[in-house]
């Protein structure tokens, strides 16, 4: 699955009363790259996902999206879908793994969203049946839908006004609706830009497929780090990644939580684990050098937990 650059552009049209055109702003850290951050936490849900949660809503009849909207998410999509069908007046079901944050949970319901907290098997289930039994609404799915990578589409194009000169782009991989959202549109655009997803060593499927050739299952450990993560690859998204990245760089705990803290010293922004991921890529330099853009997926984190991690 993929997408062009006039799908991504056309999502800017649809969703650009709802999403903001987030600021690329340099990484104040000592790195081997000039190191840009691209803050995706500054959105309205603190999270890239109301690009895509926006664009299917704004493309889907009114009519199916009446009996209101489901989807399966650990926190940030949740807050995208559920952020939308308030604006237009429908009802969310949310399906949760039970490992979810409670301060991403908290704030799915501060938005009118229904939260159902299932085993993380049943929860990996609905990504793939596109429903939950009981429920009749509208699946959205959270990174294998065209109009979603579209949507994340549009920070391609927003890389490429603000840095024309952009060599390298470090994205973190969760299901692969945004780097390959990003990455289709950049291959368009601008196909001299390396691209890099970026994961964590609690679950790196992507890693582990791209090295044998073929989607592989992963053990999945729980972290933090709950804003990327699974035990597979989709087949339809492996594909695209095969296509469209350069590789996947995996990121420690400790990577990661150095990244944090790094980022919420100096340049006074707090930013989730799987937005640290692509920053501790950008950091040690195994991206390489010249001007590179770590994509600050999200900073919604307990502030308690952020404390403890940053100490």
């Known amino acids: 699955m993929s997408i062009t650059a006039a799908e991504a552009r056309d999502a800017r049209r649809n969703i650009e009363s709802?999403?903001?055109?987030?600021?690329?702003?340099?990484?104040?850290?000592?790195?081997?790259?000039n190191l840009y951050l691209k803050l995706e936490n500054l959105q309205p849900i603190g999270s890239f996902k109301i690009r895509g949660a926006a664009n299917v809503m704004a493309r889907t009849p009114r009519e199916r999206l009446a009996r209101g909207v489901l989807t399966a998410s650990a926190g940030n999509m949740a807050q995208g879908v559920a952020f939308c069908a308030r604006r237009i007046g429908v009802g969310a079901t949310i399906i949760a793994p039970d490992s979810a944050p409670a301060t991403k949970i908290r704030a799915v319901e501060r938005m009118g969203g229904r939260v159902i907290?299932?085993?993380?098997?049943?929860?990996?289930?609905?990504?793939?049946?596109?429903?939950?039994?009981?429920?009749e609404a509208t699946f959205i799915h959270a990174f294998d839908d065209p109009d979603v990578m579209a949507g994340n589409g549009t920070i391609a194009l927003e890389l490429l006004e603000d840095l024309p000169d952009l060599e390298a782009v470090v994205i973190p991989w969760g299901g692969g609706g945004l780097s390959c959202g990003i990455a289709a549109v950049l291959r368009e655009l601008a196909p001299r830009v390396r691209i890099y997803a970026a994961e964590i060593e609690t679950a790196a499927p992507l890693a582990a497929s791209l090295a044998a050739g073929e989607p592989r299952q992963v053990e999945y450990q729980p972290s933090f780090v709950d804003g990327?993560?699974?035990?597979?690859?989709?087949?339809?998204?492996?594909?695209?990644?095969?296509?469209?990245?350069?590789?996947?760089?995996?990121?420690?705990?400790?990577?990661?939580?150095?990244?944090?803290k790094m980022v919420a010293e100096r340049n006074r922004i707090i930013i989730e684990g799987a937005a640290a991921c692509a920053?501790?890529?950008?950091?040690?330099?195994?991206?390489?050098?010249?001007?590179?853009?770590?994509?600050?997926?999200?900073?919604?984190?307990?502030?308690?937990?952020?404390?403890?991690?940053v100490n």
């Open 228 to 260: 990327i993560g699974s035990k597979m690859v989709f087949p339809g998204m492996f594909d695209s990644a095969r296509n469209l990245l350069i590789e996947s760089l995996v990121v420690t705990l400790t990577e990661a939580a150095d990244a944090m």
């Open 279 to 309: 920053v501790a890529v950008g950091l040690s330099g195994r991206a390489g050098s010249g001007k590179i853009v770590a994509i600050v997926s999200g900073g919604n984190i307990d502030l308690d937990r952020f404390a403890q991690l």
């Open 117 to 135: 907290k299932v085993p993380f098997a049943d929860w990996w289930r609905t990504f793939e049946t596109r429903s939950y039994p009981g429920i």
């Open 18 to 33: 709802v999403a903001l055109r987030t600021p690329l702003i340099r990484c104040n850290a000592d790195a081997p790259a």
